[in-house]
Protein backbone atom coordinates (compact mmCIF):
# COMPACT_ATOMS: atom_id res chain seq x y z
CA UNK A 1 0.00 0.00 0.00
CA UNK A 2 1.33 3.32 -0.71
CA UNK A 3 -0.10 6.81 0.88
CA UNK A 4 -0.51 10.21 -0.53
CA UNK A 5 -0.84 12.99 1.79
CA UNK A 6 -1.09 16.66 -0.51
CA UNK A 7 -1.01 20.03 0.85
CA UNK A 8 -0.57 23.77 0.49
CA UNK A 9 -3.63 24.25 -1.04
CA UNK A 10 -5.84 27.50 0.02
CA UNK A 11 -6.94 30.57 -1.66
CA UNK A 12 -4.69 33.20 -4.23
CA UNK A 13 -5.75 35.81 -6.42
CA UNK A 14 -5.81 35.22 -10.35
CA UNK A 15 -2.05 36.03 -11.08
CA UNK A 16 -1.27 35.06 -8.44
CA UNK A 17 1.04 31.44 -6.67
CA UNK A 18 0.51 28.76 -4.89
CA UNK A 19 2.68 25.36 -4.47
CA UNK A 20 1.22 22.37 -3.52
CA UNK A 21 3.17 19.25 -1.98
CA UNK A 22 2.81 15.07 -1.94
CA UNK A 23 4.39 13.08 0.74
CA UNK A 24 4.28 9.33 -0.63
CA UNK A 25 4.86 6.60 1.94
CA UNK A 26 4.17 3.29 2.26
CA UNK A 27 5.43 0.37 -0.61
CA UNK A 28 7.26 3.01 -2.51
CA UNK A 29 9.90 1.73 -5.01
CA UNK A 30 12.71 3.86 -6.01
CA UNK A 31 11.28 5.25 -8.61
CA UNK A 32 7.84 6.00 -10.36
CA UNK A 33 6.00 7.52 -12.10
CA UNK A 34 3.73 10.53 -10.30
CA UNK A 35 1.34 13.35 -11.25
CA UNK A 36 -1.39 15.68 -10.40
CA UNK A 37 -5.31 15.51 -11.24
CA UNK A 38 -7.49 18.25 -10.45
CA UNK A 39 -11.53 18.22 -10.44
CA UNK A 40 -13.76 21.60 -10.22
CA UNK A 41 -16.84 21.36 -9.18
CA UNK A 42 -19.19 19.45 -11.73
CA UNK A 43 -16.43 18.60 -13.70
CA UNK A 44 -14.45 15.61 -14.32
CA UNK A 45 -10.83 14.79 -13.13
CA UNK A 46 -8.07 16.01 -15.36
CA UNK A 47 -4.69 15.37 -15.27
CA UNK A 48 -2.28 18.86 -14.91
CA UNK A 49 1.38 16.97 -14.94
CA UNK A 50 3.30 14.18 -14.45
CA UNK A 51 6.87 12.96 -13.78
CA UNK A 52 9.14 10.16 -13.76
CA UNK A 53 10.93 10.56 -10.45
CA UNK A 54 14.28 9.32 -11.25
CA UNK A 55 15.42 12.36 -13.52
CA UNK A 56 12.41 11.84 -16.12
CA UNK A 57 10.95 14.10 -18.19
CA UNK A 58 7.86 16.46 -16.85
CA UNK A 59 4.65 16.79 -19.09
CA UNK A 60 1.84 18.79 -18.68
CA UNK A 61 -2.02 20.22 -19.95
CA UNK A 62 -1.79 22.56 -22.41
CA UNK A 63 -4.27 24.37 -20.12
CA UNK A 64 -1.19 24.50 -17.62
CA UNK A 65 1.72 24.80 -19.78
CA UNK A 66 4.44 27.58 -19.23
CA UNK A 67 2.56 28.26 -15.76
CA UNK A 68 2.93 25.36 -13.60
CA UNK A 69 5.93 23.46 -12.66
CA UNK A 70 6.33 19.40 -11.55
CA UNK A 71 8.96 18.53 -9.39
CA UNK A 72 10.36 16.53 -6.96
CA UNK A 73 11.34 18.19 -3.91
CA UNK A 74 14.54 17.67 -1.63
CA UNK A 75 12.29 15.66 0.91
CA UNK A 76 12.64 11.96 -0.91
CA UNK A 77 9.37 10.50 -1.85
CA UNK A 78 7.90 14.58 -2.04
CA UNK A 79 6.68 15.67 -5.36
CA UNK A 80 5.60 19.40 -5.59
CA UNK A 81 3.59 21.46 -8.01
CA UNK A 82 4.30 24.88 -8.01
CA UNK A 83 1.69 27.23 -10.06
CA UNK A 84 1.76 30.67 -11.19
CA UNK A 85 0.00 33.15 -12.90
CA UNK A 86 -3.10 31.74 -11.29
CA UNK A 87 -6.70 32.17 -13.08
CA UNK A 88 -9.45 31.58 -11.84
CA UNK A 89 -10.60 28.39 -14.01
CA UNK A 90 -7.78 26.72 -12.27
CA UNK A 91 -9.98 26.64 -8.91
CA UNK A 92 -10.64 22.71 -7.94
CA UNK A 93 -9.48 20.07 -5.64
CA UNK A 94 -5.97 18.94 -6.58
CA UNK A 95 -5.15 15.37 -6.61
CA UNK A 96 -1.51 13.52 -6.26
CA UNK A 97 -1.19 10.16 -7.88
CA UNK A 98 1.45 7.23 -7.70
CA UNK A 99 1.34 4.83 -10.66
CA UNK A 100 3.51 2.30 -11.95
CA UNK A 101 3.47 3.72 -15.18
CA UNK A 102 7.32 3.00 -16.78
CA UNK A 103 9.51 5.53 -17.05
CA UNK A 104 9.01 5.79 -21.13
CA UNK A 105 5.56 5.84 -21.10
CA UNK A 106 5.03 8.54 -17.99
CA UNK A 107 3.17 11.14 -19.69
CA UNK A 108 0.61 13.12 -18.57
CA UNK A 109 -1.79 11.75 -21.45
CA UNK A 110 -0.92 8.29 -20.35
CA UNK A 111 -1.86 9.44 -16.92
CA UNK A 112 -5.35 10.34 -18.26
CA UNK A 113 -5.53 7.79 -20.80
CA UNK A 114 -5.38 5.21 -17.71
CA UNK A 115 -7.44 7.53 -15.15
CA UNK A 116 -10.26 7.20 -18.17
CA UNK A 117 -10.05 3.64 -18.21
CA UNK A 118 -9.79 2.35 -14.64
CA UNK A 119 -11.24 5.48 -12.69
CA UNK A 120 -9.81 5.78 -9.31
CA UNK A 121 -8.59 2.04 -9.43
CA UNK A 122 -5.67 3.62 -11.49
CA UNK A 123 -2.80 3.92 -8.81
CA UNK A 124 -2.89 5.29 -5.44
CA UNK A 125 -4.66 8.59 -5.10
CA UNK A 126 -4.33 11.23 -2.04
CA UNK A 127 -7.06 13.12 -0.14
CA UNK A 128 -6.41 15.99 -2.33
CA UNK A 129 -6.46 19.88 -1.69
CA UNK A 130 -8.58 22.45 -2.55
CA UNK A 131 -7.28 25.42 -4.63
CA UNK A 132 -9.63 29.14 -5.20
CA UNK A 133 -8.23 31.29 -7.00
CA UNK A 134 -10.50 34.66 -6.93
CA UNK A 135 -10.47 37.36 -10.29
Known amino acids: QVQLVESGGGSAQAGGSLRLSCSASGDIYDSYCMGWFRQAPGKEREGVAALYTAGGSASYADSVKGRFTISQADTKNTLTLQMNSLKPEDTGMYYC????????????????????????????WGQGTQVTVSS
Open 97 to 124: VVSEVRAQICFVTTMVSLYSARGSAFGY
